[in-house]
T-cell receptor, first 113, second 117 residues
């Protein structure tokens, strides 16, 4: 079964770059690795996804090594509003067909002035 | 706003009762996933429906069941409620094309907060 590990918490200051890594093994080879942001009492919000190498959008970058055993979310120049919990999401490497989706353990990011 | 709605917002039940939670997916989305999120923890995958068929399930007992309707809205039913079922229940829809990866971008609703006394 797929297992994921993330740092429990991280602290940063406004304007800094933040990198959050998720370690994941036994993930499906044909699935995206996806990252979500969640604020208290809200549903997770999509940030970015990718298969491998590097993906960049208007809010973040995602780095995935060739072995896909980890992924790193990079948030450039964070602001106070980036204070939230960040999760990776991967697919379990079931033997046949669809198995299940596995969220990471979550990283609580606190951005200070 | 993701266009995914859930009802009710909050619900209080007692042990042994049954509950039905509802989710309306975003227009054009044919896939709905349900998650349970206990306080302070990450979402746990319950199951996923694609075009009215369950196509994946997490480690939840059979008393957790679901339905997806022709308009792709969905229900989560939980029988014989237990205290540990108290959680935020999240539904997410996605526009999966046939053969597309399972972790396609999902759009989450605000959740239903269930309290079991």
């Amino acid at each position: 079964l797929a297992k994921t590990t993330q740092p429990i918490s991280m602290d940063s200051y406004e304007g800094q770059e933040v990198n959050i890594t998720c370690s994941h093994n036994n993930i499906a080879t044909n699935d995206y690795i996806t990252w979500y942001q969640q604020f208290p009492s809200q549903g997770p919000r999509f940030i970015i996804q990718g298969y491998k190498t590097k993906v960049t959008n208007e809010v973040a970058s995602l780095f995935i090594p060739a072995d896909r055993k980890s992924s790193t979310l990079s948030l450039p120049r964070v602001s106070l509003s980036d204070t939230a919990v960040y999760y990776c999401l991967v697919g379990d490497s079931g033997n046949t067909g669809f198995q299940k989706l596995v969220f990471g353990t979550g990283t609580r990011l606190l951005v200070s002035p | 706003e993701t266009g995914v709605t859930q009802s009710p917002t909050h619900l209080i039940k007692t042990r042994g009762q049954q509950v039905t939670l509802r989710c309306s997916s975003q227009s054009g989305h044919n896939t709905v996933s349900w998650y349970q999120q206990a306080l302070g923890q990450g979402p746990q995958f319950i199951f996923q429906y694609y075009r009215e068929e369950e196509n994946g399930r997490g480690n939840f007992p059979p008393r957790f069941s679901g339905l997806q309707f022709p308009n792709y809205s969905s229900e989560l039913n939980v029988n014989a409620l237990e205290l540990d079922d108290s959680a935020l229940y999240l539904c997410a829809s996605s526009p999966n094309k046939q053969g597309s990866p399972r972790t396609d971008t999902q759009y989450f609703g605000p959740g239903t907060r269930l309290t079991v006394l």
